[in-house]
């Protein structure tokens, strides 16, 4: 500051005054040398004078010896008085010269400080003019000791800390303390300088206030550096949008008002990008970011009046009006956006539709175009007690509706919602409790072949046996594959399924022997050590390679075909077989098929459960068993349950099937009972109905 404060004065400088002794001002000392040399010459003249005055001829009789001895011993005396005065003078005389040079040593050494201090140093007398400013003036703020000297110390500072400078100096007059002070300051440039400013107060012998000795630290970097640290915790790196924690803390104040003013209205918007992992998989991070970006300026132009990172272009009489909006990235490929004062619920509808729309138009990334669509949540202000994390997770819940009921579209949150997703929390936490206490139990189905009727191989089926019953795998197998505890549950099933397939085969001896297939979860393919995995279980089960199949759905196969090409020729050098499951419901092509190596194909069971009362999907079927066999690829068919479907598959030449008409999945005790029955030549087992 150019004008106050503060207790603490440079440290330099306090050093400087600690060292040196404490002196009388320069004034004092030039008074004291003036009397001193006063006062010596009138002694001196007036005692000369005695003297002369004393043995001047003629001035007493010369008759009177005593008395002219006394008036020598007077001369004598004054001359000696003389002498000793004019010593004590000379002696009074170096020691204010010494005064001098200390006092002269102690301005040299300020002088050095001052010129040589980071800091800005000025001097300001009691009408505020300044008195000195140190060099550094010029070197920081760019003004030159003349520019300096002519102008007033308030014409620098920002109009808005006037107040604040002024009031901060009058009391360091008044109280002799000073404050330490922050405030801004015309650089020569035009920039603004932050200034981190101290005073000491200057006092005059009889203790009046003369002055002010000022500090000047140029903080501006230090500043900047604190407010991108602040606009760092409370934004997104990436995109510069709102985080989770500046969402949750405007959500917070939006439920504040809402509770204090029942006409304000708010909606949150949960958005979601569908597909994002395949632009982040097959274009790679940078992609993926160079996308999110863009996607984020496009959301910033779909708000009408602001949002906390810049205010978008006003005047497009098509757009929802709606008040202060804030549109936040909490991760991910997730936005959000506060829509807050809305007139109606229905706006908050029109602005996902329009978010929706916008996001339609193709992005450019890298020269490839996306295009990418949005599943949005919408949850509204109807609940005040509702926390902020409440709210948030309420539209999180309607944006994961939108996704399961077909994705690009939009859902509001209702209770019933709300009900299911704690019916799913809480069965995500019986499943774990489920896995540590063993309640996973596996179940097989027969694979037949449809030559000769006989049993040639199973497909292990994970159950799930709880206290209160069991539980069907539709119930529970989605939730199982999005958390991951699909993981832990064939980490465990696997190898007893191995175990148990050994026992078959050594109890049924057969040619070709026995095979399993087992089903090979998303989480479980995405894995990087799967062929790993896949040869210890063999290795540690003593299994023949060939007896065990890997079923894999179409649509994992596909969503990174380069990849997959990779881990099936890792997984084909294992000697295992190769299944794609369910085939006809995803969007693969029997070319790419035949480079994966794939040795099977599973039908399914969609269209074999129709293909005897619909000619259009048993013309799908006859052309699906047609291309694979001029492939090379053996064909399963899934979910077999009539006689007329059976025949109709042996007349296709489809090799195997599986279905209910043939077993339903069975424990191994079952499964053990119907091996005895199914020796060869005994295929009319299977014509006498399902098996229970």
Sequence with gaps: MNQMSGEDVNSDTELANRTQPVLPPIRQVEGREWWLWVFAVAVTLVLTFAILSLTFPG??????????????????????????????????????????????????????????????????DRNGHRIYNSPAYQTILGYSQDELNTTSPLQQIHPEDHALVLGAAEKARLT??????????????????????????????????????????DITERKRAEEALAHNAFHDGLTNLANRTLLLDRLGRALAISRRHADFKFALLFIDIDGFKVVNDSLGHDAGDALLIQIALRLMS????????????????????????????????????????LRDPSDAIRVAERIREKLITPFDV?????????????????????????????AEIAMYRAKSTGKARC???????????????????????????????????????????????????????????????NEFIPVANETGIILSINQKMLPEAC?????????????????LSVNISPKQFAQIDLPSQIGQLLQQGGMDP???????????????????????????????GLDIDDFGTGYSSLSRLQA????????????????????????????????????????VAEGVETELQLDMLRDLGCERAQGYLFSKPADQETISKLLTTNRPGMSQVFAQGPQH
């Design 59 to 124: 001035a007493h009789p010369q008759t009177d010896r005593i008395y002219a001895l006394n008036l020598r011993e007077w001369v004598r005396g004054l001359a000696a008085l003389v002498l000793l005065f004019d010593i004590y003078t000379i002696y009074q005389h170096f020691q204010l010269q010494r005064v001098r040079r200390q006092l002269a040593e102690r301005d040299r050494l300020f002088q050095l400080i001052s010129e040589n201090a980071a800091d800005m140093i000025a001097v300001i």
């Design 499 to 515: 175990r148990q397939l050994r026992a078959w085969q050594a109890l049924f001896p057969s040619e070709p022997p026995l095979s």
């Design 596 to 635: 994966f190596r794939v040795d099977t194909l599973k039908i399914d069971r969609a269209f074999v459960s129709r293909m005897d009362s619909d000619p259009e999907t048993h013309g799908i079927v006859r052309i699906i068993v047609m291309l694979a066999h001029n492939l090379g690829i053996k064909v």
């Design 411 to 473: 859902e509001v949150f209702d209770n019933a919602m709300h009900a299911g997703a704690l019916k799913r929390l809480q069965l995500e936490t019986d499943l774990r409790k489920g896995v540590e206490r063993g309640e996973f139990l596996v179940y097989y189905q027969p694979i037949v072949s449809l030559r000769d009727g006989r049993i040639v191989g199973f497909e292990a089926l994970s159950r799930w046996q709880r206290p209160e019953g069991m539980v069907m795998p």
């Design 366 to 394: 890298d020269r490839h175009e996306i295009v990418v669509t949005a599943s949005i949540g919408i949850a509204f202000s109807s609940d005040t007690s509702t926390e902020a994390q409440g709210v948030l997770r309420d």
């Design 302 to 341: 779909c708000l009408r009046r602001s949002d906390t990172v810049s205010r978008p272009q006003p005047g497009n009489d098509d757009e929802t009006t709606f008040g202060d909006s804030t549109l936040a990235r909490p991760g991910g490929d997730e936005f959000v956006v506060l829509a807050e004062e």
């Design 546 to 576: 060939r007896c065990l199949d890997l079923e894999i759905t179409e649509t994992i196969a596909m969503a990174d075909a380069e990849r997959s090409a990779a881990v099936l020729a890792q997984l084909k050098a294992l000697g295992v």
């Design 176 to 217: 002799g303390r000073g404050e330490r002070l922050e405030y801004r300051i015309l650089h020569k440039d035009g920039s603004w300088r932050v200034l981190e400013s101290t005073a000491s107060v200057i006092r005059d012998a009889g203790g009046e206030t003369e002055g002010l000795i000022v500090v000047n630290r």
